[in-house]
């Protein structure tokens, strides 16, 4: 086999590393190309849903491990900021659907350390730190990266497919010209991780809690050294300045004020993006994760639906691979997913979003009645929850590739 009959891997984040696992346990060679010097600690996402962990069930071990790391959410919470709790949904009325009836709270960082430890068991894996992708080219049957070595060269690295995993600034997106449309929304995401105990002030929180308020909506979710809480903050705002540790702890008062400082662990700002891009393939390359599609965070979808993107993707190159599918079927995995970014996970997170803000009292009050009608109804409970839990959305793709 030539060094080049493999697929070349933008991006060693959960969703390249999981494509790449995937890819490796089915006798594939994978060649995964970092930009960083080690795997990165990002904090945004914690949130893993039901049918993420059904797939992570396919690398014997790994849900295990992870949720040694994290914490089981089987209960998330709808509340108002001056009602409380308008419901509290249980996941285990999904135990017949998936066999992770809950909600699991962990960095996504802690998943790609462990897939990192089995990559290194492969010999036809291989991951490459210090490996800048800056440029991406389709071939005859084939694919090519143009990288940044550790050295400061540029080589060019060939590959029979090439998966751009490589982020919102995807540079085998640009390189290939494709469209990344949507919008950003007028407004920042504060994130602030303190070791206060909610629980102490409100003790019927669950790990998982949007918190809908006209004048400021926040979220407070729980991982496992830390509660994590997420304000909307004004564009106009001084970045530096909503960072200091006097307007942090201000804004922590806002929520409570236990009359002691908060000890605070972590603080990030980041913008806001709803954008797809306008195709997913281009011949032998393909985007997947935050390369071919962001949102806002409201409701945990965005790493959950770029590691679906990943094992959607992997599934179809190991066909392909084995022979057994020509590479039209690439063309469903962009129908597939890119149906999936626009039609549910685009909406949804817009939706939630609304729905945290709304300042109509009258339609607050109605969206809580509605709340309350679904939770008091089982069968419109578990129809509510396949949908918001990713798994509803995932059969009706899973049917259409059947027919």
């Not at 985007?287 to 965070?297: E, K, Q, R, T, V």
Request: contains cysteine; proline residues 4%.
């Amino acid at each position: 086999m030539a060094e080049t009959d493999r697929v070349v891997i933008a991006g060693a984040g959960p969703v390249g590393l999981c494509a790449a696992l995937y890819l490796a346990t089915r006798d594939i060679p994978v060649l995964v190309l970092e930009a960083g010097d080690d795997l990165a600690i990002d904090l945004r996402a914690s949130t893993f849903h039901p049918p993420t962990l059904d797939l992570l069930d396919q690398f014997a071990g790994i849900p295990s491990e992870l949720e040694a790391q994290g914490l089981r959410a089987r209960h998330w919470q709808y509340r108002d900021r001056q009602e409380g709790a308008i419901v509290t949904w249980d996941m285990d009325v999904l135990r017949d659907d998936t066999n992770h009836p809950y909600r699991l709270q962990t960095e996504q960082w802690k998943l790609t350390r462990l897939i990192q430890s089995r990559l290194a068991a492969f010999p036809h894996a291989e991951l490459r730190f210090g490996h800048k992708v800056v440029g991406a080219t389709p071939k005859d049957g084939a694919a090519a990266v143009t990288v940044e070595t550790p050295d400061g060269d540029k080589v060019e690295i060939e590959g029979r497919y090439l998966i751009g995993a490589d982020g919102a600034n995807s540079q085998v997106r640009q390189g290939l010209g494709i469209d990344y449309e949507g919008l950003t929304f007028p407004e920042l995401f504060l994130s602030i991780s303190t070791t206060f105990e909610y629980k102490d002030v409100w003790s019927d929180l669950t790990y998982v809690n949007y918190i809908a308020d006209p004048d400021e909506w926040l979220v407070l979710l729980r991982v496992v050294d830390a509660w994590r809480v997420l304000f909307p903050t004004s564009l106009d705002e001084d970045r530096e300045k909503a960072l200091s540790d006097e307007m942090v702890q201000a804004r922590l008062r806002t929520v409570c004020d236990p009359g002691v400082e908060f000890d605070v662990i972590h603080r990030t700002h980041y913008g806001v993006h709803q954008r797809v891009a306008t195709r997913y393939r281009e011949g032998n390359i393909l985007l997947a994760g935050d390369s071919a599609h962001i949102n806002n965070p409201l409701g945990g979808m965005g790493m959950n639906g770029g590691i679906q993107d990943a094992f959607n993707l992997a599934e179809k190159l190991a066909v392909i691979w084995r022979g057994e599918a020509d590479d039209s079927l690439l063309d469903l995995y962009e129908e597939q997913r890119r149906a999936m970014a626009i039609g549910f996970v685009q909406e949804s997170t817009i939706r939630n979003r609304e729905m945290l803000k709304e300042t109509d009292s009258k339609i607050r009050q109605e969206r809580h009645d509605d709340l309350r009608r679904i939770a008091d109804d089982p069968a419109r409970t578990r129809e509510y929850l396949l949908k918001v839990s990713m798994i509803a959305a995932l059969r009706e793709y899973e049917e259409q590739e059947a027919a």
